[in-house]
Every structure is written in C-alpha cells, then in structure tokens.
C-alpha cells in the first residue's frame, strides 16, 4: 500500500507569511544561467552568474516592494507576489540577462526563493528601462 503525504494550501500560505516584514531583493542573471532548484539555495550559490556592476545595474541593490503572500485554493498553492522593479541603463547597456533571482535579504544565507526565467535574452540599451512585471512565484506541487 503506497503512503501519500501532501501539504494544505494554507500551509503553503503560513510558510510564506513568515517571512512577512523580511527584506526582498532581485538581481540579473547573465544569458548562460540555468536555475537548478537544489544546487541555487542561497546568492552564494547563484552569485557568480549575476550580470556585473556597471551602466545602472548594481549588484544586489534593487529592494522588492509590497511583497505579498495569498493562499491559492483552485491551483494548490500559495503565491509570492512583488510590485514590478525596474532598471534604467545610464552610459552604456546593461546586460545581456536572461532571468532575476528573487533572494531573501534578511534570513542569513540570503535564501533564494525563486527564479523568473524570461524564456529569452534582454539587454537594456543606454538610456532606456526595463521592467520585471507580474513577478509571481509560486509554492506548491512541484514547485
């Protein structure tokens, strides 16, 4: 007889909810990046894949606003969302990236909760922004 565990939806919420008042950051990962979920637990371990200081970027400076967490009854899940975050290139290009990282700034091994891979490479040209919107990541089977 086969034994199955499963986690509640709200659950998934309570986890999310603790770590309501941390700080959130983004950062850009360069265009060779992969996300693998069991190697990437921390910046540390993401690091080295972060686009360089340079044009308006600055590596692990951009704060996350109005984080947010909310339980997800239809899709079993509990869901982690940001206002969108924005970079302004300013005397040369920044880039090129191909996902951000979503780390937690105040647990104390900058935990990365999540990655938002855009499925294609960006570079922000001089003078112009780009904008991370809609950034959700969720926790739930498989997830």
């Known amino acids: 007889m086969a ?3 499963d986690t509640s939806n709200h659950y998934k919420y309570v986890l999310l909810n603790a ?5 959130f950051k983004a950062i850009l990962m360069n265009t060779t990046f992969t996300f693998d979920r069991d190697a990437h637990a921390t910046l540390a371990d993401v690091t080295s894949d972060q686009i360089a200081t340079n044009y308006g970027y600055t590596q692990n400076d951009k704060t996350l606003t109005t984080v947010s967490v909310s339980e997800d ?5 509990a869901q982690f ?3 969108d975050v924005t970079w302004t290139a300013s005397g040369g290009d920044i880039g090129p ?3 951000m990282i979503i ?8 935990a990365v909760v999540g990655c938002v891979d855009f ?3 960006y570079t922000i040209v001089d003078g112009a922004s ?5 950034i959700v990541i969720n926790l739930g089977i498989g997830s």
Request: aromatic letters at 8%; charged letters at 30%; one cysteine or more.
């Open 3 to 5: 034994i199955i565990a």
């Open 19 to 23: 770590v309501s008042g941390h700080t």
């Open 73 to 77: 009854d239809v899709n079993d899940q």
């Open 81 to 83: 969302t940001c206002d």
């Open 97 to 99: 990236f191909g996902a």
């Open 103 to 110: 780390y937690d700034d105040t647990d104390g091994d900058d």
């Open 119 to 121: 499925g294609t490479d």
């Open 130 to 134: 780009w904008t991370g919107q809609d």
